[in-house]
């Protein structure tokens, strides 16, 4: 079994930052791909960013590209989010999850992930 426990959310103007924290724990925490998805108010969720489990693969949503940077520390088991020019419609819950394959590769759809967290909330004002 595998546990996310997200930090970082909060309230943030428009053009500010954020760095989302995703500890993992679970003897296989450090194997496995993680990604974050968000749920905006009323809307489905959505992916953002994912990393393969060494950290040298990583997929972002185009709304992320340029933007948000995801990046992991295999020795502390946890995968951080950095949102940079932050916008109110980045205004969302914001989920880790980890993948069900041991060393396998990012992913950008929901199906391939098998352990999410609670989430954390992101609010950037206008």
């Known amino acids: 079994q595998v546990q996310l426990v997200e930090s970082g959310g909060g309230l943030v103007q428009a053009g500010g930052s954020l760095r989302l924290s995703c500890a993992a724990s679970g003897r296989t925490a450090s194997s496995l791909p993680i990604g974050w998805f968000r749920q905006p108010p009323g809307k489905e969720r959505e992916f953002v960013a994912a990393i393969s489990w060494s950290g040298d693969s990583t997929d972002y949503a185009d709304s992320a590209k340029a933007r948000f940077t995801i990046s992991r520390d295999n020795a502390k088991n946890t995968v951080y989010l950095q949102m940079n020019s932050l916008k109110p419609e980045d205004t969302a819950v914001y989920y880790c999850?980890?993948?069900?394959?041991?060393?396998?590769?990012?992913?950008?759809?929901?199906?391939?992930?098998?352990?999410w967290g609670q989430g954390t909330q992101v609010t950037v004002s206008s």
């Open positions: 999850a980890a993948g069900r394959r041991l060393w396998g590769a990012s992913s950008t759809t929901e199906t391939a992930y098998a352990y």
